[in-house]
Nanobody, 128 residues
Framework: VQLQASGGGLVPPGGSLTLSCAAS????????IGWFRQAPGKEREGVSC????????YYTDSVRGRFTIWRDIHKNTAYLQMNNLKPEDSAVYYC??????????????????????WGQGTLVTVSS
């Protein structure tokens, strides 16, 4: 299972970014997908996740209504659309894939999630 997160950058408050999570070596459609983030000096927190059939999504309270998670099975890629970005959204964002949707939901809600391949993530900086 290999995932590559990309799309981060520097945006002003109120701006938008779309993060991508490209999968290689496996079919993303078979997995629940999650996004986590970690700001300097802070614990990692779950941001959002989506079920394998895309029927169910979860967003942490601080991003609900501003972020949207989805996947393109033809591109084998998941996305996180982030609108109305705030300085407190600044963090390194990581994507994960899990065949256990319930476990991923719990991990996203609690921020406690054991994962072997966090990767480098992609840095989002919201600043004027």
């Amino acid at each position: 299972v290999q995932l590559q997160a990309s799309g981060g950058g520097l945006v002003p408050p109120g701006g938008s970014l779309t993060l991508s999570c490209a999968a290689s070596g496996f079919t993303l459609a078979d997995y629940a997908i999650g996004w986590f983030r970690q700001a300097p000096g802070k614990e990692r927190e779950g941001v959002s996740c989506i079920s394998p059939d895309d029927a169910h999504t979860y967003y942490t309270d601080s991003v609900r209504g501003r972020f949207t998670i989805w996947r393109d099975i033809h591109k084998n890629t998941a996305y996180l659309q982030m609108n109305n970005l705030k300085p407190e959204d600044s963090a390194v964002y990581y994507c994960v894939a899990d065949k256990d949707p319930a476990g991923l939901v719990i991990g996203t809600m609690t921020g406690v999630y054991n994962y072997d391949s966090w990767g480098q993530g992609t840095l989002v900086t919201v600043s004027s």
